[in-house]
């Protein structure tokens, strides 16, 4: 079955960089898209990136675009996403979640969800 | 900036009907925005109710429908139960692989 576990999340000083990793399993990762998202303490859910099965396409919400970095590693089943210059506006839950039509077929919707790894900026 | 809309709250009765929408702050929501839905229990994951605007996703009950009505798209709960007592958002496609979710509506139902 399709699992997403993600890692990475911690404690983090204003300006700071984390990486988050998000291990995919139960599916063929090289071919699908995946997303990630957000969510703040008490808040809604945000979304923050994707990328396309291939790399080709990466896109962001215009609030981490010029500071996170979406990425993947297919021979480790990876994605990752690169945070800088991090404020306290970016303390929140991250999830991954995937795209659920194989390669660049049209499909606009999450079908699978991780259970979020939690990032807190503070001095 | 174009902003997803969703009602805060509702509130629904046992075995009631409740309709929640999703709205665009810059015009009107059809179906090339795709819209899909999402229930969320707080300390948990999103989980996916919706999708293309009416597309039950696997094992999610038939009185949950989606649609489009007048410039927003809806869900809409028939016979509610207490344990659909949740945060519902929707997602919308606005293009150029970009997505944005509704801050959420907290259904309650009692």
């Known amino acids: 079955q399709v699992q997403l576990v993600e890692s990475g999340g911690g404690v983090v000083q204003p300006g700071g960089s984390l990486r988050l990793s998000c291990a995919a399993s139960?599916?063929?990762?090289?071919?699908?898209?995946m997303h990630w998202a957000r969510q703040a303490p008490g808040k809604g859910l945000e979304w923050v990136a994707f990328i396309q099965y291939d790399g080709s396409t990466t896109s962001y919400a215009d609030s981490v675009k010029d500071r996170f970095t979406i990425s993947r590693d297919d021979s480790r089943n990876t994605l990752y996403l690169q945070l800088k210059s991090l404020t306290a506006e970016d303390t929140a839950v991250y999830y991954c979640?995937?795209?659920?039509?194989?390669?660049?077929?049209?499909?606009?919707?999450?079908?699978?969800w991780g259970l979020g790894t939690p990032v807190t900026v503070s001095s | 900036q174009t902003v997803v809309t969703q009602e805060p709250s509702f509130s629904v009765s046992p075995g009631g009907t409740v309709t929640l929408t999703c709205g665009l702050s810059s015009g009107s929501v059809s179906t090339n925005n795709h819209p899909s839905w999402y229930q969320q229990t707080p300390g948990q994951a999103p989980r996916t109710l919706m999708y293309t605007t009416n597309i039950r996703s696997s094992g999610v009950p038939d009185r949950f429908s989606g649609s489009i009505l007048g410039n927003k798209a809806a869900l809409t709960i028939t016979g509610a139960q207490a344990d659909d007592e949740s945060d519902y958002y929707c997602v919308l496609y606005v293009g150029s692989a970009i997505w944005m979710f509704g801050g959420g509506t907290r259904l309650t139902v009692l």
């Open positions: 139960g599916f063929t990762f090289s071919s699908y898209g």
């Open positions: 979640a995937k795209r659920p039509v194989a390669g660049s077929g049209r499909s606009y919707y999450f079908d699978y």
